[in-house]
């Protein structure tokens, strides 16, 4: 199958949703298909063809919000190539910029389109109002996100169940929505697929000693992702034992707050920020702590914890819709609801080796479960619904057969 997949975010761009396609990608290939993909040019307002790697990058400008850049939604030498690219399917994992050039692009090739929703939108709103018209803004990124998810796809893509109540009980959308956990290649973060010097020279190189109990989050340093929380009862903790070390990989706009607060609470040497690291470094990160916790009600389904878990490391994370299918409460982590909660799982996991050891395998288990050929899998399935029809179409729908005769020609799975 030829699969075109449209995004704003891609490597180098290093976040949850730009992780899970190059893993889509990967997966996709390895099971025989051919993958293209329009993304933006991350340092240049420039348009760009890689075609060793079926790779168009669209200029774009910057809008101020971390990295992203907003495209033109038409842009004509991008067009040219992707009718030469003679696409089955069209997967858009965006609503706005690159998300509406897909649109226009399915519409006009008379193919289908598959989206995947990867962001709580009402959860950023602050970025745009700054505090300022909240209501009724959520009010148009409701009205946006149904427009974009239900007008004009043909098959929804949810990773969770949250996401899923969201369109279904507050969107009252009426079309189908296909629950996919995202996943991601494990194999990159177990133990044993890991240099353990590397992990040693990091330690060193950000203070962390052999008997030092390591708690790691990963990810955005902003206030949706809740941080405050982890560094003031970091606080409790340390009470309990001087050796926990909380550190806190990535980056955003509110880090220099954060430091700040570090340094007011006086628990800098307990408290430590390594800033932004290689994608291809992060799994060596794991590799050195004791456990992963967040605090965050922003995420749709938390690919950190399953990352997490891979490395064998158990999972203290806030309770949330989206991590309910992820942490086992008491199997392979814990689920805390308060202060008092977080502070007393983090030690139980301190202080009894007998339960740590334990989770530490249902995490490795866990993790297991999540791996990128079975989402990849999962993702052809809805990509064969898709191809039987365009829902909600007045153009008149090929058949099944008329619409499959190129792929089976070359192989849905790849055979």
Not at 82 to 91: A, G, R, T, V
Not at 403 to 408: C, D, F, G, P, R
Request: charged residues 25%; hydrophobic residues 35%.
């Amino acid at each position: 199958m030829r699969i075109g997949i449209f995004t704003d975010t891609y490597p180098p761009y290093i976040n949850g949703v730009s992780t899970s396609i190059a893993m889509l990608e990967t997966a996709l290939k390895k099971m025989g298909h051919e993958v293209f993909i329009v993304t933006v040019n991350p340092d240049e307002m420039a348009y760009e063809y890689i075609e060793k790697d079926h790779i168009i990058r669209l200029a774009g400008i910057p809008i101020g919000i971390y990295d992203y850049r907003l495209t033109g939604i038409y842009p004509l030498k991008a067009v040219n190539k992707i009718k030469e690219w003679d696409l089955d399917i069209i997967h858009s994992h965006t609503e706005f910029g690159v998300g509406t050039f897909a649109r226009i692009m399915a519409k006009q090739l008379d193919i289908p389109i598959v989206h995947t929703y990867h962001t709580m939108y009402e959860d950023y709103v602050h970025y745009i109002t700054k505090g300022f018209f909240d209501k009724s803004s959520k009010k148009i990124v409701e009205y946006l996100t149904k427009f974009y998810c239900d007008k004009t796809v043909t098959e929804l893509i949810v990773p969770t169940k949250k996401t899923y109540d969201l369109f279904k009980d507050k969107y009252d959308y009426t079309r189908n929505i296909h629950i996919v956990p995202t996943g991601i290649e494990v194999e990159r973060f177990y133990k044993e697929n890991n240099d353990e010097s590397i992990t040693n020279r990091i330690k060193k190189e950000i203070g962390i000693k052999k008997d030092d109990f390591v708690i790691l989050f990963v990810g955005r340093i902003a206030e949706e992702k809740n941080i405050p929380f982890l560094i003031e009862n970091h606080l409790k903790i340390i009470d309990k034992n001087s050796k926990a070390k909380l550190i806190i990989i990535g980056d955003g706009p509110d880090i220099d707050s954060y430091k700040k607060m570090v340094k007011k609470l006086n628990i800098e040497k307990n408290v430590i920020f390594t800033g932004k690291v290689p994608w291809q470094e992060v799994n060596q990160y794991y590799q050195m702590a004791n456990v992963f916790v967040s605090a965050s009600h922003s995420e749709t389904q938390g690919l950190t914890l399953l990352e997490a878990m891979a490395a064998s490391i158990p999972v203290v994370a806030c309770q949330d819709e989206a991590f309910q299918d992820v942490v086992v409460n008491g199997l392979n982590g814990y689920l805390f609801e308060n202060d008092d909660e977080y502070v007393d799982y983090i030690c139980t996991l301190m202080k009894d080796k007998k339960i740590y050891d334990q989770m530490c395998i249902q995490a490795r288990i866990n993790g297991e479960a999540h791996s990128s050929k079975y989402y990849a899998e999962k993702v052809l399935d809805v990509y064969s619904i898709a191809l039987g029809g365009i829902p909600g179409s007045d153009r008149p729908k090929r058949t099944f057969t008329d619409k499959m005769k190129n792929v089976i020609k070359k192989g849905f799975h790849g055979e």
